[in-house]
Every structure is written in C-alpha cells, then in structure tokens.
C-alpha cells in the first residue's frame, strides 16, 4: 500500500478515509486518534506563533524528569497533548517525555485501542529564538486486552511493533509528517483555515551529502565517529546542525544526511529518548527508505527496560547510517 499514490492537495481528512477504505472491517478508530495528534498540532502551533505576545516564553521554574527546565510552552503542549488524547476512547496509555509516570486514564477509556509516546516540544531550548521546534509521536496497537487498564507492557515493548509515528514542525510553516503502513506523508497547515493539506506524498529520504551533529562535542566522541567526520569533509559534505531533533531529522529527510547523537564520556547512553525521539524517528526513516541505529544495532530492534531509557542516535539516509554504524563497530574489535 506504500506505493499507492496520494493527490497533493487532498486533506489530511480525506486521506485518512481513503486509507481506511483499504481496510475491509475497520472501525476508524485510528482515524479519530489521528484526528486528535492534528487537533492538538493546530493548537500549539497557534500557540507558538504568538509565544512572543502571549507571555508564553520562558521557564515554568519547573524541572521535569529529564534534569531539564520546563519551558511555558513545554508545557502547554503537553497538556494539550494530554487533553487531546485521553477523553476520546482511542488511547488507553499515553506516555510523555515530560512526565515522569504514564498519564492517568480515566476507567471509561480503559477500552482505548493504541498507546501513544510523544515528545510534545522537543528542541524546547529553541523557542525563546524562534528556531524551529517540534512535536514526535509513536503509536503501539495494545497488547493487553481491552477493557481494563493498559501497563507498563504495552509500551516496553520493541520499536517493531509500532504501527504509526509522526512528527509536527513548527518553522516557517507548519508540517505534520504522518508515517504508517500506507508510507511517509507531509501535510502542510493553512493556518488561514485551520487544515492541514497533502504538501510531501511519499517522501522518501535521497542521497545527500550533510551531516548533523553537536560537533563541540567531538573530544567526547568514540574515535568511529570522527573518522567518519574526516572523510565527509574530505567528500565535500556540509554540516547543518539546529539543535533541534525534528527540525534537523526533517531537512535530512528532504534533502538527504545523517544525524548524529552519539553516546559521549558525558552522556553514556546517549542523551535523547528511546520512546519518545528514537523510536518515532527510526520508524519513520526506516519506512522512507532510510535507517537509523545506536551505533551497534538498529533503534527499532531495542525493547526499552525503562520509560526514559536513552539512547545514542544515528539516523537519516541508509547508506550514510549504514556507513557511521560501521565506523564505530570498528572500535570494538
Ligand atoms: P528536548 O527534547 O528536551 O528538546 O531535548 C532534545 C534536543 C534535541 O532536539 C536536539 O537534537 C538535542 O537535544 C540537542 O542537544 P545539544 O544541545 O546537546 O546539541
Ligand atoms: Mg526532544
């Protein structure tokens, strides 16, 4: 069905019926929670294109479970997130990377179908420049039954069973890019309107010759991923680095590159989120003909022991993570 060709300019409602059409026997269920991730889009959206006005900049005074300030806005969409998700009967688990257990579900949606992970704001340290930010989300089909309440099971579990992921930028435009068995698509927001319309059918990451990677960072660095650095400059690469996750992971996978993350002296085991960053992202590269890895083994093949399990992270366009992963794997023999 990935191959199936979608007109640009359909919305994203539209598409969500058709997509279901293809599915004999389906309730819609996964249409209204899809409904609800671009509800809750919309929201911070307008949100963030007024924060300078709305006094929305700045800290909360809040540190959340990561060790880092909470942003207002950090703040406001999880909360929307969280409103979006829990009263409508689809989801019966959200986790967030800004909370430090699993969202309480009221008993009457204990029936929801998926779980969903979501990083509502990440590259929070963008906002007060007006970089641009992001929201990630992965879906799991539950695996307990429906009917009682979902657990920790339903979302320690392998990246290969996810069913969808997604993210939202927030740029110069905003774009909800939506990754499912149906492939990869981006879906332009009119904000004059308030629809989000099919701008990027199948996206799928070309070659490119870019890196992205924190390169202060480099003393810290396994000696793999600097010998793969040298060569690329060496080939003419560029470097674009925004510092913030979804902003950098959608230029590469428009324009081709890798993204590097790697586990540092000071950050063992990567700083980003397995569930909430690496996850979604992974899903959405390796659907778009892309890969990404921790440096030993592919993302989507690690079942996290912990919500907030980090993770290293070498994403984007397969021939280059397939190229890094090799680098680092001649450290260890
Ligand atoms: P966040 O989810 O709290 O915003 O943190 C994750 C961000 C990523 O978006 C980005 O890739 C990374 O942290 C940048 O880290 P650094 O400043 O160390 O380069
Ligand atoms: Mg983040």
Not at 250 to 261: A, E, I, T
Request: charged share 25%.
């Amino acid at each position: 069905m990935a191959d199936r060709q979608f007109e640009e300019g359909t919305t994203l409602d539209r598409f969500l019926m058709d997509t279901l059409a293809d599915h004999p026997g389906a309730t819609g269920t996964f249409v209204n929670l899809c409904q609800s991730v671009a509800l809750a889009g919309k929201m911070i959206s307008a949100r963030v294109n007024r924060a300078g006005l709305a006094g929305m900049l700045g800290e909360t005074g809040e540190v959340n479970i990561q060790g880092e300030f909470v942003q207002k806005l950090d703040d406001y969409a999880n909360e929307t997130f969280k409103a979006a998700l829990v009263h409508r009967g689809h989801t019966c688990m959200v986790v967030s990377e800004e909370e430090e257990e699993p969202v309480l579900i009221e008993e009457r949606w204990h029936s929801g179908r998926y779980v969903v992970t979501v990083d509502p704001l990440d590259g929070s340290s963008n906002i007060d420049c007006n970089a641009t930010i992001g929201t990630i989300f992965g879906v799991f089909r539950r695996r307990s039954s429906e009917g009682g309440p979902a657990g920790l099971p339903d979302v320690l579990r392998s990246g290969r069973d996810l069913i969808a992921a997604g993210y939202i930028v927030y740029g110069s435009g905003t774009l909800l890019v939506l990754g499912s068995e149906a492939g990869v698509h981006g879906f332009t927001l009119d904000p004059t309107i308030g629809e989000f319309f099919l701008s990027h059918p199948n996206i799928r990451i070309p070659d490119g010759k870019i890196y992205s990677c924190n390169e202060a960072y480099a003393l810290r660095w396994p000696p793999g991923i600097g010998r793969f650095l040298r060569s690329a400059k060496e080939r003419g690469f560029r470097a674009r680095y925004i510092g913030s996750l979804v902003a950098d992971f959608h230029r590469n996978m428009l324009k081709g590159g890798v993204f590097l993350y790697p586990a540092d002296t000071h950050a063992p085991q990567g700083k980003l989120r397995l569930l909430y960053e690496g996850f979604p992202l992974a899903y959405l590269a390796e659907r778009a003909g892309g890969a990404a890895t921790d440096g030993t083994s592919p993302i989507l093949d690690r079942v996290p022991a912990e919500l907030h399990e980090r993770t290293p992270l070498i994403i984007g366009g397969r021939a280059l993570v397939e190229e890094v992963t090799a680098s680092m794997r001649a450290d260890s023999v």
